[in-house]
């Protein structure tokens, strides 16, 4: 700052003197982010930026100064200004922002005690595919309306009717197919060495 010349250099501010408001800028920006940041709660650091916070400070400050609203006459009374007009365009922000922050909470980076997906993961879609491929292919073309009603989730009573089977042959078809499909995925038997 102009240390001769103190009256003159917040008059002009006042005044909206571009080179005066530079001044200004430069050498208080420092103090006045190092304020606000200060004061910036964790949570309300994910809301907004602290650069936005100082932007707003400066000209709501500009602003009432150009208007003659506010006066400054010296260093203390513009650092006192600053931090006031810092602290209440916090709380503006925190209150914007409150009902937010409560509602916010930390996800657990492990994923513990999220809920759980409703539907399968695509690993399991995937081998419920090809497992619904393995038993199309197994099963003979008479059968694959059994096969279609059970995966829709009837029960053995109820495909019985659908189809007009008894309902012990469409169990005793649907193990047949589960034999198969169980011999067909069985490890092949292990050679005995001969000695």
Same mark, same amino acid.
Request: hydrophobic share 45%; with cysteine; net charge positive.
């Given at each position: 700052?102009?240390?001769?010349?103190?009256?003159?250099?917040?008059? &002009?501010?006042?005044?909206?003197?571009?080179?005066? !408001?530079?001044?200004?800028?430069?050498?208080?920006?420092?103090?006045?982010?190092?304020?606000?940041?200060?004061?910036? %709660?964790?949570?309300?650091?994910?809301?907004?930026?602290?650069?936005?916070?100082?932007?707003?400070?400066? !000209?709501?400050?500009?602003?009432?100064?150009?208007?003659?609203? =506010?006066?400054?006459?010296?260093?203390?009374?513009?650092?006192?200004?600053?931090?006031? !007009?810092?602290?209440?365009?916090?709380?503006?922000?925190?209150?914007?922002?409150?009902? %937010?922050?409560?509602?916010?909470?930390? %996800?657990?980076?492990?994923?513990?005690?999220?809920?759980?997906?409703?539907?399968?993961?695509?690993?399991?879609?995937?081998?419920?595919?090809?497992? =619904?491929?393995?038993?199309?292919?197994?099963?003979?073309?008479?059968?694959?309306?059994?096969?279609?009603?059970?995966?829709?989730?009837? &029960?053995?009573?109820?495909?019985?009717?659908?189809?007009?089977?008894?309902?012990?042959? !469409?169990?005793?078809?649907?193990?047949?197919? %589960?034999?198969?499909?169980?011999?067909?995925?069985?490890?092949?038997?292990?050679?005995?060495?001969?000695?």
């Amino acid at each position: 700052m102009d240390e001769d010349a103190p009256d003159r250099f917040f008059e &002009s501010l006042g005044r909206g003197d571009a080179a005066a !408001v530079e001044r200004v800028v430069a050498a208080y920006g420092p103090y006045l982010r190092v304020l606000v940041r200060r004061h910036l %709660a964790g949570g309300l650091r994910r809301k907004f930026d602290s650069a936005d916070v100082v932007q707003s400070v400066w !000209v709501h400050l500009l602003h009432a100064l150009g208007t003659g609203a =506010w006066q400054v006459k010296d260093d203390a009374a513009l650092r006192a200004l600053l931090a006031t !007009v810092a602290r209440r365009r916090l709380v503006s922000r925190f209150r914007r922002h409150r009902a %937010a922050l409560e509602r916010e909470r930390p %996800a657990e980076a492990t994923g513990e005690g999220l809920p759980a997906s409703p539907g399968p993961r695509p690993s399991e879609v995937v081998q419920a595919e090809e497992l =619904w491929e393995s038993l199309l292919g197994l099963c003979p073309p008479a059968h694959r309306e059994l096969l279609r009603l059970r995966r829709q989730g009837l &029960s053995l009573e109820a495909i019985a009717a659908r189809t007009g089977m008894h309902e012990g042959s !469409v169990r005793r078809v649907l193990r047949q197919l %589960a034999r198969r499909l169980a011999l067909r995925e069985a490890p092949p038997p292990a050679a005995v060495p001969k000695g």
